[in-house]
């Protein structure tokens, strides 16, 4: 019974349980939903802001889109306008253009009618013209008594005397304006150069003294029944000298290049004491071999210092540059002259345009014939052509080894200012020492070319032979056949010859009336 009562009791309170539980799941469930609908609610409104706010950006992005549209639009019809304008306003511009082709072809074709018209009138006066003169030839034939080619003659040759006098002062006329207008650039680009560059002078002898200690070494110099001087003058190919002078030789010799071989192994036996036939010869050929890569580096450092170190020179040149050295001109050292001509060359094609480098190129090169001139015949500028034209050089330094002393004229601005840098180098005082027995003979060629003409009285060649004055006959020459005789025997000098520089022709001419007043 009471079992019964406990599962009865127990039951019930399950149940109870089970209600209590489901009223109270009811109430969170109400309470949830409620939650809920809150969340729904306010989710909804602020989807209902978000959508009117972005109603509100889609209407300001229309409005801006509208705005956009309207302000291009505008844009364009604005430009659609401006180019219709521009159009119609070429239009205009070619009917006009057109137009006026028209006016002035309609204007040609009336002046081709009315020069067709001119031609067939002056035509027929021509026609009317030439039997005229015909007619007058005849009666000139018949009444002087000379044919037509006779009376030609006569004509012109009296024409001719009447024009001389006018060709002569033309000819000075222009002469002169010319010489004012080329003498001040001349002298400004010579001035410009001759200031810019300073260059070195080094005169050259024909003989070199060696010092060789005490007189003994003379005796060993000479060797035994003189075998040891004779292989040394064999060798070297220059003279030595042995006199009375204490402790020294002389060695004497043209070429500067072979004497300066010679003087380098007389110092080197002097030194090392053997001196004998096998021995000279063995140190002559170790200083021969020296002296050919100096030469080689002595050509590419002046290269290299001239900045044409990119000029791709090729090496057999560039050796006979060194060698320029060891051999002079005048008593002028070829290798000084020779870089003078490029330094000045450089800088007056500089100052007129021209290349500087190639100039350069061309100045240094333009004696390069004289380092072959000991070895080979000829004259040093066909000698120095024929080099550069086979080891292919421009040809603004074949033109300018030519021109330099007259083959040919200079063709370019860098060959003249090659030209012009030659004559300044030459002809400066101090840079050249000539013999007297040739500076003598020249002056007098000179002044022979000068008295050769009938109407000069006397000349004198002055100023060391770069200047001869020519005395005329007043009577015979005029002030203006004097111009044209100074050219004449300018151009005769030029032809006959051969100076280094230029030489200066005045003319005098002077009439002199003497009275005598007796008391």
């Known amino acids: 019974m009471n079992v019964l009562i406990i599962l009865a009791v127990s039951i019930l309170s399950a149940l109870a349980g089970y209600f209590i539980a489901k009223k109270m799941d009811e109430a969170k469930y109400e309470i949830f939903v409620e939650q809920a609908k809150a969340k729904a609610k306010a989710i909804e409104h602020e989807a209902e802001i978000l959508l009117e706010n972005t109603k509100t950006k889609v209407k300001e992005m229309e409005l801006q889109a509208q705005n956009e549209f309207e302000k291009q639009k505008l844009d364009l019809e604005k430009e659609y306008e401006n180019k219709l304008n521009e159009i119609l306003k070429k239009e205009e511009e070619i009917e006009k253009l057109v137009e006026k082709q028209l006016e002035e072809s309609q204007k040609l074709e009336n002046e081709r009618k009315d020069f067709e018209k001119e031609k067939t009138v002056i035509q027929k006066l021509k026609d009317t013209y030439n039997q005229k003169i015909k007619i007058l030839q005849e009666k000139l034939e018949n009444v002087a008594g000379l044919t037509k080619n006779e009376a030609k003659e006569i004509l012109l040759n009296s024409v001719k005397e009447d024009l001389k006098e006018d060709v002569a002062h033309l000819t000075r006329k222009i002469i002169k304006e010319a010489e004012n207008d080329a003498k001040k650039k001349a002298n400004f680009i010579i001035a410009q150069a001759t200031t810019r560059y300073a260059g070195d002078f080094a005169g050259e002898r024909l003989i070199n003294v060696v010092a060789i200690g005490d007189d003994e070494m003379k005796g060993r110099i000479i060797g035994k029944e003189g075998k040891n001087i004779k292989t040394l003058e064999m060798v070297t190919g220059c003279d030595i000298i042995i006199d009375d002078t204490p402790g020294a030789i002389t060695v004497s010799s043209f070429n500067i290049y072979r004497r300066q071989i010679a003087v380098e192994t007389i110092k080197r036996l002097v030194e090392d004491g053997r001196i004998q036939p096998a021995r000279i010869e063995e140190v002559y050929q170790k200083v021969t071999e020296e002296f050919e890569e100096k030469v080689l ?61 190639l100039a350069k190129r061309a100045g240094l090169l333009h004696d390069i014939g004289k380092a072959l001139t000991h070895d080979f015949g000829g004259d040093h500028v066909t000698l120095g052509y024929d080099l550069c034209k086979r080891y292919k050089e421009p040809e603004v330094v074949l033109n300018a080894i030519k021109a330099h002393h007259g083959h040919e004229e200079a063709k370019s601005v860098e060959a003249a200012a090659v030209c012009a840098a030659d004559a300044l180098s030459a002809a400066r005082p101090g840079a050249r020492r000539e013999v007297l027995e040739a500076f003598l003979k020249r002056v007098e060629s000179i002044e022979n070319i000068a008295t050769s003409y009938p109407e000069v009285i006397n000349a004198y060649a002055l100023n060391a032979g770069r200047e001869v004055r020519v005395i005329v006959e007043a009577d015979l020459v005029n002030d203006d056949e004097a111009v044209l005789l100074s050219r004449e025997i300018a151009k005769r000098i030029e032809q006959e010859v051969s100076f280094p520089g230029e030489i200066k022709v005045t003319v005098i001419r002077e009439k002199r009336a003497v009275s005598i007043a007796a008391a």
Do not use: T
Not at 297 to 321: F, Q, S, T
Not at 338 to 345: K, M, Q, R
Not at 349 to 356: R, S, V
């Open 297 to 357: 580096r002595e050509g590419e450092d002046i290269i290299v210092d001239l900045g044409l170190a990119g000029a791709k020179i090729h090496p057999e040149i560039v050796k006979l540059i060194g060698r320029l050295k060891y051999r002079a001109s005048y008593g002028q050292n070829a290798l000084a002259h020779s870089l003078e001509v490029a330094h000045l060359a450089g800088i007056m094609a500089a100052e007129m345009g021209g290349d500087e480098l």
